[in-house]
């Protein structure tokens, strides 16, 4: 799977490819929080918000259900990408790119 997520306009989270979804998220600086599952087994998670000065932010995290002691068991071997202001979706965006090579996965609002 691929999906490319960023924000567009002042309202709108965007997920194109194998996910395709618009959130509007009603002009709020409040920042947005998204699990990423394969197999009910968390992967990682990633904040998503508008800032006062225009531009949306994409922050991936890692926390104590994403990585163990010694950091082998960090998400799997997927190509994870950051990209800051990428003109082919969004130019004042950060755009995340996931590719899970043939992986299914789920974003989610919700940890379960």
Same mark, same amino acid.
């Given at each position: 799977? !691929?999906?490319?997520?960023?924000?567009?306009?002042?309202?709108?989270?965007?997920?194109?490819?194998?996910?395709? @979804?618009?959130?509007?998220?009603?002009?709020?600086?409040? @920042?947005? *929080?998204?699990?990423?599952?394969? &197999?009910?087994?968390? +992967? %990682? $998670?990633? +904040?998503?918000?508008?800032?006062?000065?225009?531009?949306?932010?994409?922050?991936?995290?890692?926390?104590?259900? $994403?990585?163990? &002691?010694?950091?082998?068991?960090?998400? *799997?071997?997927?190509?994870? +990408? !950051?990209?800051?202001?990428?003109?082919?979706?969004?130019?004042?965006?950060? $755009?995340?790119?996931?590719?899970?090579?043939?992986?299914? %996965?789920?974003?989610?609002? *919700?940890? *379960?």
């Amino acid at each position: 799977m !691929l999906v490319h997520i960023y924000g567009a306009s002042d309202d709108l989270i965007e997920f194109e490819g194998d996910i395709r @979804a618009e959130i509007d998220v009603n002009n709020t600086r409040t @920042a947005r *929080k998204f699990y990423v599952y394969c &197999e009910d087994e968390l +992967q %990682f $998670t990633f +904040q998503i918000k508008f800032t006062d000065s225009g531009y949306w932010q994409v922050i991936p995290q890692i926390d104590d259900k $994403t990585c163990d &002691e010694d950091n082998s068991n960090f998400c *799997k071997d997927w190509d994870i +990408q !950051l990209k800051y202001f990428d003109s082919d979706f969004c130019g004042y965006s950060t $755009t995340l790119t996931i590719n899970s090579y043939g992986d299914d %996965f789920i974003i989610s609002r *919700k940890r *379960k």
